[in-house]
Each structure stands twice: as C-alpha cells, then as structure tokens.
C-alpha cells in the first residue's frame, strides 16, 4: 500500500465519505477490512512526526472510500466521545472547497478546524453542524 494521499482512481471520491476515528487502530483495521470485505488498500500516511500510528488510511469497499486515522484530536474535539474509536467525520472531496466550506459556514456550521492549506498538500477544515455531526471539507491539491 502507498503513502500517497489520493487514490489513483476519483470515481471512489464521490458522494459523502464517512471518515473513521480509530484511535491507534487504522493499520489493523485496513488490514482486517482486506481480509473481511475484499478491501482494496489506496494509501497510508503516518504521522509526519514520526509518533506511532497513521494520520490517514483510505481503503476502496464494493467501489466506495472509507477513511480512517488514528489521530484523536482533530481540531477542538477534545471531548471523551472524540478519544474512542468510531464515528469521526464524513468527508467531502470537492474541486471547489471555499464555495462548500464558505456556504456551510453561513448556514450555522461551527468551525472546529479552520478551512486551510495541510501540510499534506491539501485545503481541507473540519466543521460541526447543528446535529452534532462532524463534516469534513477537501480540496485536493492539482497536481504537480
């Protein structure tokens, strides 16, 4: 499995991708989802300071993303809910992500992490709607 943060092919970016909080678990996980549901591995990036773990996991499932990391504070989620394995966010790869991420805002999103360049490459910011639910907004970088 490569390091590379997208998948070779976009058609699995489409839709609403649920993004997983597995809390040190990403690795196993991707592993067992392999063995369980045919899961096809698109790429693994451990965290750039070298701590244990994976910042970000994406696997393909019957022609769907699902992506997972084991990062457990993600902006300010800081709650004991945040801190165990499970629900993280869902996640919206678009070409223009200012226009969703501006029009969420004005709809009474809660910014938890500002909508800004990764040092992954990406523009990507991480909201909370009305809910409770968390909404995840990524911009790929073009490429170089």
Not at 46 to 73: S, W
Request: aromatic share 10%; hydrophobic share 45%; glycine share 12%.
């Amino acid at each position: 499995m490569s390091n590379a943060p997208h998948p070779t092919d976009p058609a699995v970016m489409n839709g609403v991708i649920p993004y997983l909080l597995m809390v040190g678990r990403a690795a196993e996980a991707c592993d067992f989802y392999a063995r369980a549901f045919g899961a096809k591995g698109l790429g693994r990036m451990p965290f750039p300071d070298g701590k244990p773990g994976l910042i970000h996991a994406q696997i393909e499932i019957n022609g769907g993303a699902l992506m997972m990391t084991d990062e457990a504070e993600c902006g300010n989620a800081s709650d004991l809910a945040a801190q165990r394995s499970g629900f993280g966010h869902l996640q919206l790869v678009v070409a223009d992500g200012q226009a969703w991420w501006d029009r969420a805002v004005a709809a009474g999103c809660r910014v938890l992490a500002p909508y800004e360049r990764q040092f992954w490459g990406d523009d990507w910011g991480l909201l909370e709607d009305p809910f409770g639910l968390k909404w995840a907004v990524l911009q790929p970088a073009a490429p170089a």
